[in-house]
C-alpha cells in the first residue's frame, strides 16, 4: 500500500528565502507525482505535475524533482513571498489508482 | 480549457438530513473520483467510477452512496448526516484512455452538518 510522507509539517521562512519541501513514497512504481498548494478552507491548486519517466518540472520559481527509484520527491521555492503562504500537499499516482497524498507541509513566509 | 465542476459549493444541513453533491467532469473524461479532506486533514479517496461502474471503493461509510451517469456526471448521496461529515469533498476526473491517468481537480463542496 502506497505511503506518502512529507516533511516537515509545517515551516516557518523569512521573506526572500529559498527553501525546499520534501515528499517521499513507499512504492516507487508511480505513474506520476504531483504537487498543489491549498489555502486556508480553499481548493487545490495544481502547482506541478512529474510524469515518472521525467526528473524535474519548473514553473516560474517553483522546480519539484523527482527521484523514483529512492522514492523521493522535493519542491524548491526561489525568493519566497509572503504571498507563498499555504499549505502543499504531495500527492502520488499509481497505474489507474486513487491519489495518495501526504498531511501536506504549512508554510509561513514571514515579511 | 474546461474544468470539472462541482455543485454546490458551499452546503449547510442539520444532523441526520441528507445531502447530494454533483460533479461534472472534464468533457471527454470518463473516469470519476471523489476525496473527503476533513479539516487539518489530508484528502482521502471515497469511491470511483469508470464508465458508469464503480471502479475503486476507499473509506466511504455506508451511509453514503455514489453514482455515474451515462453524461459521466457523478453524484455523492450522503444520508443520516454527523457532525464528522463536515469537510471538504473534491471530485477529480481523468480520461485514463488517452494514455493519461491525471486526475483534475474540482474547486470542492464544503458540507457542514450542524
Known amino acids: 500500500k502506497q505511503e506518502v510522507t512529507q516533511i516537515p509539517a509545517a515551516l516557518s521562512v523569512p521573506e526572500g528565502e529559498n527553501l525546499v519541501l520534501n515528499c517521499s513514497f513507499t512504492?516507487?512504481?508511480?505513474?506520476?507525482l504531483q504537487w498543489f498548494r491549498q489555502d486556508p478552507g480553499k481548493g487545490l491548486t495544481s502547482l506541478l505535475l512529474?510524469?515518472?519517466?521525467?526528473r524535474e518540472q519548473t514553473s516560474g520559481r517553483l522546480n519539484a524533482s523527482l527521484d523514483k527509484s529512492s522514492g523521493r520527491s522535493t519542491l524548491y521555492i526561489a525568493a519566497s513571498q509572503p504571498g507563498d503562504s499555504a499549505t502543499y500537499l504531495c500527492?502520488?499516482?499509481?497505474?489507474?489508482?486513487?491519489?495518495?497524498f501526504g498531511k501536506g507541509t504549512r508554510l509561513s513566509v514571514i515579511a | 480549457a474546461a474544468g470539472v465542476i462541482q455543485s454546490p459549493r458551499h452546503l449547510i444541513k442539520e444532523k441526520r438530513e441528507t445531502a447530494t453533491l454533483k460533479c461534472y467532469p472534464i468533457?471527454?473524461?470518463?473516469?470519476v473520483y471523489w476525496y473527503q479532506q476533513g479539516p487539518g486533514q489530508d484528502p482521502q479517496f471515497l469511491i470511483s467510477f469508470y464508465e458508469k461502474m464503480q471502479s475503486d471503493k476507499g473509506s466511504i461509510p455506508d451511509r453514503f452512496s455514489a453514482q455515474q451517469f451515462s453524461d459521466y456526471h457523478s453524484e455523492l448521496n450522503m444520508s443520516s448526516l454527523e457532525l464528522g461529515d463536515s469537510a471538504l469533498y473534491f471530485c477529480?476526473?481523468?480520461?485514463?484512455?488517452?494514455?493519461?491517468?491525471?486526475?483534475?481537480f474540482g474547486p470542492g463542496t464544503r458540507l457542514t452538518v450542524l
Open positions: 468533457p471527454r473524461h470518463d473516469t
Open positions: 477529480a476526473s481523468s480520461y485514463p484512455g488517452q494514455g493519461d491517468n491525471t486526475q483534475y
Open positions: 512529474i510524469q515518472s519517466s521525467q
Open positions: 512504492d516507487s512504481a508511480i505513474y506520476n
Open positions: 500527492a502520488v499516482l499509481s497505474g489507474n489508482t486513487p491519489l495518495v
